[in-house]
């Protein structure tokens, strides 16, 4: 193993940069960049001056030092007479839910981590994320007030500033909510990298670790897709735009899923020109056609240029060729999804199969084809929630010391949290026809008709619900301000299997969103502009 301290890293984005630099480098079989201790380990026959120049190409330094094991640096390699009950690999949603389950049911706990504590969402995810969304949101307010009398007086965007915020929030969460909180439930932490060199054998840094059973909790890294050039071109991933210190002047976007349109929001907000380009005939391919028309026509009235139904066929620098036409920025955001981590593992000398996409093959007790070992969270295909993933790994924690608990995805809501947001769980209409037939109904309210919308002087997006012949609720869907506050009552209703009249009959409180949930059910029977506002 060769070690290298680095030097320039500002934040997590830095790292990933130097492990996909270091990972081209001919020779070399593993890499992990440790942020917080500016240090890359490298295995493999690659020349350490050619590891240097590569780490320099990406735009830092690097020194390297006498080789040791990352090892040494950490904590006992067992739990003592008769080793850990369960070995958690990955520090992100998943493996610190199932080493707090675990624990607290009075299990030894080890959770490796060969990155970064935290994992996706705190790190480059979600946290990082929904912070640049608001910073955006804070500047869209001051220059647009969206309220009669009220005077805007326009936002000066200090990106820098925000990008500090931004990073201190997730160095905090780090230490609060996943550092801490495994200390103060008695997990033990190490840092290094695992790998299986068989099936009822692992090793962190080339030391074996014993324990009772094992959990993968990788999650998943982004998709670069063949695209020619691209790796060449001045590109980004969600890793990179969660956490970069400078602001583009202007910015392409390829994918619009949630990832992609999210970002484009955000980065279109805080000053840059935006163009997101999608391959499929519409945004949001996976959401209700209805209603990502409208959010559409949100968005470019934002002055986001959407382009659909193109295909990229080169990247060169920032120039983005497609089928329908070409396309300059200063930074290309590649945002076409994400795929399992597993390089390294040794998942194939461990026995745990993958299936056809590259994710771990898990049963609805999260366990893989190697009894000792279960999957948890993203890397085992299950829908890239971190709620999600967080009741996965709660789930295999259970199996693992021997319960019999199910993983229950029959009702996952989801957000794209764009302005307005975009929720749903269930059903969409056209799946429904499909698997109930025509006895299905739907209804939609504008939130023209909402009176919480027309209070705040905000009539952008509609409500659409979906019921089967019996009137039991297949489907919730919401464009919204803050959709995401509402949706959990679909996702119960969806999960207990209630009927629209059930939502009818529930008391909502008055001047809120989620009225529109009670109004919106109501217009499966009748015309909701004949109701009063109050009664």
Known sequence: MIQLKLSGLTCEGCAQTVDRALSRVPGVQRVAVYYPEALA?????APPEELVRAIEAAGYGAEPLEPQRSGARS???????????LVVIGSGSAG?????????RGARVLVVEGGTL???CVNVGCVPSKALLRAGEAAHRARSAGFPGIQARGAEVDFAEVARARDALVSALRQRKYREVLEAAGVALMQGRARFTAPDRLEVDGEPLAARAYLVATGAEPVRPPI???EEGRVWTYLDATTARERPESLVVIGAGAVGLELALAYRRLGSRVVVLEAQDRILPGEDEELTALLRGYLEAEGLQIVTGVRVERIA?????????LYEGER??????RRARTRGLGLEDAGVELDAAGFVRVDAALRTSNPRVLAAGDVAGLPQFVYVAAQSGRVAAQNALGAGATLDLAA???VTFTDPALAAVGLGEAEARARHGEGVRTATLDLADLPRALAAFDTRGRFKIVVDADGRVLGLHVLAPEAGDVIAEGALAVRLGLGYRELIETYHPYLTLAEGVRLVAQALDQDVHRLSCCA
């Open 228 to 230: 020619p050039g691209l």
């Open 75 to 85: 904590g006992p390699r067992d739990g003592g007479a008769g080793g850990y009950d």
């Open 332 to 337: 290309v955001l590649v945002a076409t999804g």
């Open 41 to 45: 380990e490298v295995e493999g026959d």
């Open 317 to 325: 620098g920032g120039e983005v060729r497609t089928t329908g036409g």
């Open 118 to 120: 935290g994992g996706t």
């Open 412 to 414: 996952v809501p989801r």
């Open 96 to 104: 610190v839910a199932a080493a707090l389950e675990a624990a607290g």
